[in-house]
């Protein structure tokens, strides 16, 4: 009997075993379909130029890659500091200072913390927990966020959701240090493109159905509904950050980890001794204002349906009645715009750039010149004009495919522009300087406040203007 119950138990116990091996082979046949479809990679491509130890995780790590990633990117673009937080804040009282401050926070306080912890991170033998503590702490930055709005008052919370705003910036800079270093110990050279392409696609298709609905009106414009749209980006924030640590990182080298603030004073001298290279930094630093206007562009809109109490600088304004605002849901159109700007111009631009970075620059600062000189000819000649559903969304449409010119032309005309050995100090120097003339860009708010928003866009208009002169002096650097 005691050998029979023995047998039988250990039959049972290899049916079991057999079981869990088919289900799990099940699952890892799916995923190496779903892997196979999205990437179209032969076998003989998959594991290039990445350790062997991470080869015959492929699927897992691209599909873990593709979740974690368009969870963050679409946490991005829910909290938006242009449009989303700026709304918020506008809805909230806050005064146009702190709304100023958004833009210039974020940006420079995820670019210029990363000259002081490259160094720390690349220290780090597994750096996907970099990656995972600083996607957690930007969703618990985002909860601060919440309570924030809930619990105090406008001016109040305006101030803690721009210190929190800073510190999910500084967390974001441990991110964008740390994923590339990642991606490329366990992801394929041949597919990383597809990775990060993919989650992109997914993160802005997801942007424009929310803003589809709210300009619809499936989705009906509250504070509650951006708190509840925060809910959603802290969340998947933190999913990303446990999603994440799926990845088998193999440990990876510690050495050479050079501080980039070291020697930054010899390094600015020694490229500023460039004349292109100076004239590069003029351009770029001068088109800051396509990343600095949409929240000033939100806050006109928001002045003219008089859910502000401040008024223009000029009495131009004053006349106008509610407006059609009502009809479609103006922050919907607003995001829609944004959103479509960037889907329909990135790859043109990034073909143009191919071909001349400096022309796309030079085309970006003319197209956002077109915009700021329409918006302070609206505002000043035919303010009725500016109650309509789609002249400001159109308007923001216009200026975000400039900045996505930017983007793009400015990244391929400074790697295209420097040789192996100035490239390092070329990027760390611009990082740096555009860094530090962001946090200068914050003076807008106190500007706005202080004079109004129509002398806000007469300075944004010289900028670009002075930037379509500089970016003219440039090199045709594919040509060299």
Same mark, same amino acid.
């Given at each position: 009997?005691?050998?029979?119950?023995?047998?039988?138990?250990?039959?049972?116990?290899?049916?079991?075993?057999?079981?869990?091996?088919?289900?799990?082979?099940?699952?890892?046949?799916?995923?190496?379909?779903?892997?196979?479809?999205?990437?179209?990679?032969?076998?003989?491509?998959?594991?290039?130029?990445?350790?062997?130890?991470?080869?015959?995780?492929?699927?897992?790590?691209?599909?873990?890659?593709?979740?974690?990633?368009?969870?963050?990117?679409?946490?991005?673009?829910?909290?938006?500091?242009?449009?989303?937080?700026?709304?918020?804040?506008?809805?909230?009282?806050?005064?146009?200072?702190?709304?100023?401050?958004?833009?210039?926070?974020?940006?420079?306080?995820?670019?210029?913390?990363?000259?002081?912890?490259?160094?720390?991170?690349?220290?780090?033998?597994?750096?996907?927990?970099?990656?995972?503590?600083?996607?957690?702490?930007?969703g618990l930055c985002v909860?601060?966020?919440?309570?924030?709005?809930t619990v105090f008052s406008?001016?109040?919370?305006?101030?803690?959701?721009?210190?929190?705003?800073?510190?999910?910036?500084?967390?974001?800079?441990?991110?964008?240090?740390?994923?590339?270093?990642?991606?490329?110990?366990?992801?394929?050279?041949?597919?990383?493109?597809?990775?990060?392409?993919?989650?992109?696609?997914?993160?802005?298709?997801?942007?424009?159905?929310?803003?589809?609905?709210?300009?619809?009106?499936?989705?009906?414009?509250?504070?509650?509904?951006?708190?509840?749209?925060?809910?959603?980006?802290?969340?998947?924030?933190?999913?990303?950050?446990?999603?994440?640590?799926?990845?088998?990182?193999?440990?990876?080298?510690?050495?050479?980890?050079?501080?980039?603030?070291?020697?930054?004073?010899?390094?600015?001298?020694?490229?500023?001794?460039?004349?292109?290279?100076?004239?590069?930094?003029?351009?770029?630093?001068?088109?800051?204002?396509?990343?600095?206007?949409?929240?000033?562009?939100?806050?006109?809109?928001?002045?003219?349906?008089?859910?502000?109490?401040?008024?223009?600088?000029?009495?131009?304004?004053?006349?106008?009645?509610?407006?059609?605002?009502?009809?479609?849901?103006?922050?919907?159109?607003?995001?829609?715009?944004?959103?479509? @700007?960037?889907?329909?111009?990135?790859?043109?631009?990034?073909?143009?750039?191919?071909?001349?970075?400096?022309?796309?620059?030079?085309?970006?600062?003319?197209? @956002?010149?077109?915009?700021?000189?329409?918006?302070?000819?609206?505002?000043?000649?035919?303010?009725?004009?500016?109650?309509?559903?789609?002249?400001?969304?159109v308007l923001l449409f216009?200026?975000?495919?400039?900045?996505?010119?930017?983007?793009?032309?400015?990244?391929?005309?400074?790697?295209?522009?420097?040789?192996?050995?100035?490239?390092?100090?070329?990027? @760390?120097?611009?990082?740096?300087?555009?860094?530090?003339?962001?946090?200068?860009?914050?003076?807008?708010?106190?500007?706005?406040?202080?004079?109004?928003?129509?002398?806000?866009?007469?300075?944004?208009?010289?900028?670009?203007?002075?930037?379509?002169?500089?970016?003219?002096?440039?090199?045709?650097?594919?040509?060299?």
């Open positions: 009997m005691t050998e029979s119950n023995s047998s039988q138990s250990k039959s049972a116990g290899s049916n079991s075993s057999e079981s869990n091996r088919s289900e799990s082979n099940s699952s890892e046949s799916t995923l190496d379909k779903v892997y196979l479809a999205l990437t179209t990679e032969d076998e003989g491509r998959l594991c290039k130029d990445i350790p062997e130890s991470a080869c015959n995780d492929q699927p897992k790590h691209f599909i873990t890659h593709v979740l974690s990633l368009s969870a963050t990117k679409m946490a991005d673009g829910f909290i938006d500091p242009k449009l989303i937080l700026s709304w918020l804040l506008t809805q909230l009282g806050t005064s146009s200072f702190f709304i100023g401050l958004l833009v210039p926070i974020r940006e420079a306080g995820a670019l210029l913390p990363q000259l002081f912890t490259a160094k720390w991170i690349r220290e780090r033998q597994k750096r996907k927990w970099v990656w995972a503590i600083g996607s957690l702490a930007q909860a601060g966020m919440i309570i924030s709005a406008s001016e109040t919370a305006g101030v803690l959701i721009v210190g929190l705003l800073g510190l999910l910036a500084v967390a974001r800079s441990f991110c964008s240090v740390s994923y590339k270093d990642v991606l490329g110990k366990t992801v394929s050279k041949s597919t990383r493109g597809t990775a990060t392409g993919l989650a992109g696609s997914i993160a802005s298709t997801s942007v424009i159905v929310f803003a589809s609905l709210l300009m619809l009106g499936v989705i009906e414009l509250t504070i509650n509904t951006v708190l509840l749209l925060l809910t959603l980006a802290s969340l998947l924030w933190i999913f990303a950050s446990f999603f994440f640590l799926q990845l088998h990182e193999k440990n990876g080298s510690t050495e050479n980890g050079s501080s980039a603030i070291a020697g930054i004073a010899q390094r600015i001298k020694e490229s500023f001794s460039d004349r292109q290279f100076v004239l590069f930094i003029l351009t770029r630093g001068l088109l800051i204002a396509t990343a600095l206007a949409p929240p000033f562009v939100l806050l006109l809109q928001q002045q003219i349906t008089g859910s502000n109490k401040q008024s223009l600088d000029s009495a131009t304004l004053s006349s106008l009645s509610q407006s059609s605002f009502d009809s479609l849901n103006s922050l919907g159109l607003f995001i829609f715009a944004s959103s479509i @700007a960037g889907l329909l111009s990135s790859y043109v631009w990034g073909k143009l750039a191919d071909r001349s970075s400096r022309k796309v620059l030079m085309i970006s600062a003319l197209t @956002a010149s077109l915009g700021f000189l329409a918006v302070l000819l609206l505002i000043n000649f035919a303010p009725h004009w500016l109650t309509t559903d789609f002249t400001l969304p216009v200026i975000m495919i400039a900045y996505q010119g930017v983007r793009l032309g400015r990244s391929t005309h400074l790697v295209d522009m420097a040789d192996d050995k100035s490239r390092a100090n070329y990027t @760390a120097v611009s990082n740096t300087i555009i860094g530090l003339l962001l946090l200068a860009g914050s003076v807008f708010g106190w500007i706005s406040q202080l004079y109004g928003l129509n002398w806000v866009f007469v300075i944004f208009l010289s900028m670009c203007l002075l930037a379509t002169f500089t970016a003219f002096n440039l090199n045709e650097v594919q040509s060299h």
